[in-house]
């Protein structure tokens, strides 16, 4: 299976024959922590579940002659889609296997949904004695569900949300219904003390806003259907390398150590083992370091990676933001219009893990000038403002994950009114239960990473000018404010988690 395509994702992890024990194909199989796709109807790598006592081995049975993946390759192709079909064949002895056709792609938007939605079907079939809190809420989804339909009003255009008279109603029940306690414990710098500035801002600014709120905070934890966990993940992290080196492990334990304080000091966690709780956080480190003790929390999360544990139903996405000033968040917000974006696609970056590099090299001397990547940019005063010059004068501002499949550049592509071209496998996008992202941005493969030029000069321009249009009105969605407006990113974040809790309660 070894390729000269350099975004192959199993070739380096996997020779042939190869014999792994994992549990019962579902939605798809982990190889050494990757995920195996199906997206096409070309034969590719088969694995077939051989059962025996009690265990699960997936064993390659088949492999494709060519290294060629074909599929979709133009600005519409919604970012591939996990395995969610098998079937079942007649092994060489006779015995029923379930044999598995794999091709290696990333996520479609729309299995999101159909994940999303069977899991709501899932939820609603479980019988449970409800709590008074449980009421209030269940009685708030049946409105949300069966209230007429509302007429979309001035700011919110239709063609940017799935189902616009569906938001509106679940998110006037939001403001008028929830109650959210925030727990007093926890020490500074980790708890209780945001950072409102950088890349991580998000959860600095959401813990600000949400500590200092009137509307939704209660002071009787007995009346609340949400429960907050104000600590900080970046100090959390930033923390342990100021002192002694620390581990991950260690990071985990005083997060245990937290969770068990709680639940020994109130009766809510254990109530529902922290289904009801919620927490906020941008680290990198965040998936991991919450999994266990606070892994039934629904959780709002920078690096949503759906093949690394972020679950969709349950853990929310948490924007990135890159925050200049905390005075000032919304600082040179805007763009040139239309006609002075000269620029088709611009990138400039660290050549942090292993698509950049590749992008850099396909891109950085081509013959297409309207094409500018680069590297690192100095970080100096004039570095800076020529870096949002270019992304104020392009059309597309190319969002190219890191080591990570969240970037900062998704938001800051909508604060200068750029469409987004998000090159990020598995990436779950901010709201996507609520906001069409494909009428205001493009999502491209990473190994399409090469055929970028030719993709982008596919989409008409009356398109183009569609999308960023709405770029323009969604914008709205993604600003942080001192004081909370309706509809900004505060009450957007603050929504995703209500509707997680309203829906799978």
């Known amino acids: 299976m070894e390729t000269k395509r350099p975004l192959q994702r199993l070739g380096k992890l996997i020779t042939f024959p190869y014999t792994l024990s994992v549990p019962p194909v579902t939605k798809g199989i982990f190889v050494n922590e990757a995920p195996v796709y199906n997206n096409s109807n070309e034969s590719g790598p088969v694995f077939r579940t051989l059962s025996g006592a009690g265990t699960h081995k997936i064993e390659v049975v088949h492999v494709n002659g060519s290294n060629e993946e074909e599929g979709c390759k133009g600005y519409g192709c919604n970012n591939g889609s996990l395995l969610s079909q098998s079937e079942m064949k007649q092994n060489d002895s006779g015995q029923s296997g379930q044999t598995v056709v794999v091709a290696l792609e990333p996520t479609r938007l729309s299995y999101m949904v159909s994940v999303l939605e069977s899991t709501v079907a899932a939820r609603f079939s479980k019988n449970k004695a409800l709590s008074a809190r449980d009421r209030e809420l269940k009685h708030a989804r049946m409105k949300i569900e069966n209230e007429p339909v509302l007429e979309s009003i001035e700011g919110l255009h239709p063609s940017l949300y799935h189902n616009l008279s569906r938001f509106l109603r679940s998110y006037e029940s939001m403001e008028k219904t929830l109650k959210v306690y925030i727990y007093k414990e926890g ?157 088709l696609a611009f990138f400039a970056g660290g050549m942090h893990g292993n698509l950049r590099p590749i992008l850099l090299q396909t891109w950085q001397d081509n013959k297409e000038p309207d094409i500018i990547i680069l590297g690192p940019m100095a970080r100096d005063i004039e570095s800076k403002a020529k870096y949002r010059m270019y992304m104020k004068s392009s059309k597309y501002c190319i969002c190219a994950r890191g080591h990570e499949v969240y970037s900062p ?97």
């Not at 492990?249 to 068990?260: G, I």
Request: aromatic letters at 12%; charged letters at 25%.
């Open 187 to 343: 020490k500074k710098p980790i708890f209780h003390d945001p950072k409102l500035r950088g890349i991580y801002a998000s959860e600095g600014w959401f813990m600000k806003l949400m500590e200092k709120n009137r509307n939704f905070v209660v002071k009787d934890p007995r009346k609340a259907h949400l429960f907050y966990l104000p600590f900080s993940s970046l100090k959390l992290r930033n923390t342990s390398q100021e002192r002694t080196p620390t581990s991950r492990k260690d990071l985990e334990q005083r997060l245990k150590h937290y969770a068990s304080l709680i639940a020994g000091k109130y009766p809510f966690w254990n109530r529902t083992n922290g289904a009801d709780h919620f927490l906020v956080a941008c680290h990198d480190w965040a998936m991991e370091l919450t999994k266990d003790h606070m892994g039934n929390c629904i959780r709002s999360l920078c690096n949503s990676n759906l093949g690394r544990g972020f679950k969709i139903g349950k853990d929310t996405t948490l924007p990135a933001t890159y925050i200049r000033s905390a005075e000032n968040p919304v600082q040179d917000l805007g763009g040139n219009p239309v006609s002075e974006r000269p620029i």
């Open 409 to 505: 550049r998704i938001v800051e592509s909508i604060y200068y009114e750029c469409v987004p071209v998000i090159i990020s496998d598995n990436y779950v996008p901010p709201f996507f239960e609520v906001l069409n992202w494909e009428a205001f941005s493009v999502f491209v493969l990473e190994k399409e990473v090469v055929n970028l030029g030719r993709i982008l000069r596919a989409i008409p321009e009356k398109k183009y000018i569609e999308m960023q249009k709405r770029v323009k009105m969604v914008q709205q969605h993604f600003i942080w404010h001192k004081m909370p407006v309706k509809f900004d990113l505060f009450h957007m974040i603050l929504h995703s988690v209500w509707n997680t809790r309203v829906v799978f309660m």
